[in-house]
């Protein structure tokens, strides 16, 4: 009991670290994606710059999504676990592992195209591949080495369900991902999930991966085990529940929907954010007035109250937090649309938000399509309302 307290105590500590750094990062993150957005339609159609610009998104993607897990530590709650095919989710993560390994090492892939679906969200299946792989590509270092990758369906009977304390007999699905690696000291074995363990100098690791991957496998009531041995390698399976309910089709690539000269008004504190928001807007065919302080904004929206369409507001700002803007430019325009963006996922919370007059809640950092796809979704709504 002893030993599962101060495990949970290491958990807490690691979730409000977390939680604190996590709000700076994704503002950091959130100009990069910003700028990189802008470049990329800045570039048009120039090939390699245009890819490279390309995979600059998708690491940030990745990097979104651990930042929800990190959030996930500190108790913020996630998006709604959706049915969900994990192969070809797992076939894209090792594709990009691939590119990031030394030849030397070999990938052997057995994965079944239909294991049946889980309930999960594609950005933690990415990250427990991308976090498993990752380690298996150090433990094998320069030298040559397999790394093999194995996703199936696999039924659990009673006995085997009592084996794992958190598992029922039934079907699951399964991940495999085994090195043959420097392996893993026996003493050391009940350590690496716990939040900030790891053996590598402290540019190379943060010990953060294993924990995230725990979290997001317990999370969809599965199960992670190790086996390893010193000098031979090292081999983690991950059970996941299969359910029997249709995946979710992928969306296919939308168009962005487009302003027709709406006028926005943009607070945030960060003024790198605002920077981006007032070139990529425009793009989107809106007309934008930025703030980094949310009393000038205030103050500019009680001079001319009918002289913006839409608010995007940040939430955690100096002086005048987003809701409190909010409140007040409810009370001069109770029909205007605002938008507030968070660095924590308050999903749960969108109700309480209605009474300051926020119609809806974005999750940083902003992704182009979202921002114009929720823009344009909230500036019709108002228009249909009369
Ligand atoms: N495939 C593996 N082979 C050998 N050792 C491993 C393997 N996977 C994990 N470990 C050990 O477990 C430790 C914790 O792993 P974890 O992924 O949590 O953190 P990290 O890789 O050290 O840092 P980060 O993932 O945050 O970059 C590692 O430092 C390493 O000692
Ligand atoms: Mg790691």
Redesign the pocket.
């Given at each position: 009991m002893e030993k599962n307290l101060r495990q949970a105590q290491k958990m807490e500590a690691a979730g409000s670290l977390a939680g604190g750094i996590a709000h700076d990062f994704n503002n950091i993150l959130a100009a990069m994606i910003g700028y990189v957005n802008l470049a990329m339609h800045q570039l048009e159609d120039q090939g390699m710059a245009r890819r490279n610009l390309d995979m600059v998104v998708k690491a940030s993607l990745r990097a979104r999504n651990l930042i929800k897990q990190i959030l996930a530590f500190s108790r913020h709650s996630e998006k709604e676990p959706k049915p969900l095919n994990i192969s070809p989710v797992v076939k894209e993560a090792v594709k990009l592992v691939r590119a990031s390994m030394p030849s030397s090492i070999e990938i052997r892939q057995d994965i079944i195209s239909d294991p049946g679906n889980v309930l999960g969200d594609p950005g933690q299946i990415h990250q427990i591949v991308m976090?498993?792989c990752?380690?298996?590509g150090?433990?094998?270092g320069e030298n040559a080495g397999v790394l093999t990758i194995e996703v199936g369906l696999r039924s659990l009977n009673a006995a085997e369900a009592n084996l794992k304390p958190d598992l029922r007999p039934g079907n699951y699905v399964y991940i495999i991902?085994?090195?043959t690696?420097?392996?893993?000291e026996e003493k050391?074995k009940e350590?690496?999930?716990?939040?900030?363990?790891?053996?590598?100098e402290s540019h190379?690791?943060?010990?953060?991966?294993?924990?995230?991957?725990h979290g997001i496998v317990k999370g969809m009531g599965g199960d992670i085990s190790?086996s390893?041995e010193s000098g031979k390698?090292?081999?983690?399976t991950i059970l996941i529940p299969s359910i029997s309910q249709e995946a979710a089709k992928v969306p296919t690539k939308e168009k962005i929907s487009l302003g027709q000269g709406e006028r926005i008004l943009f607070v945030d504190d960060e003024e790198l954010l605002v920077d981006v928001a007032t070139q990529m807007l425009p793009r989107l065919g809106y007309r934008v007035t930025g703030f980094t302080s949310s009393r000038e904004a205030l103050k500019s929206f009680q001079e001319n109250p009918n002289g913006f369409d839409l608010v995007i507001t940040d939430y955690t700002m100096p002086k005048m937090i987003g809701t409190q803007l909010a409140r007040e430019i409810s009370k001069l325009r109770p029909e205007i649309p605002i938008l507030l963006c968070t660095g924590f996922n308050k999903d749960d919370e969108a109700e309480k938000y209605k009474e300051f007059g926020v119609r809806a809640i974005l999750l940083k950092p902003l992704y182009e399509h979202e921002l114009a796809e929720v823009v344009r979704q909230m500036l019709d709504k108002g228009n249909n309302n009369g």
């Open positions: 976090n498993l990752t380690n298996a150090h433990a094998m991902i085994s090195d690696g420097h392996g893993i050391l350590r690496i999930f716990e939040p900030y363990f790891t053996t590598k190379e690791g943060t010990g953060l991966g294993l924990a995230v991957v190790v390893s390698g090292t081999s983690f």
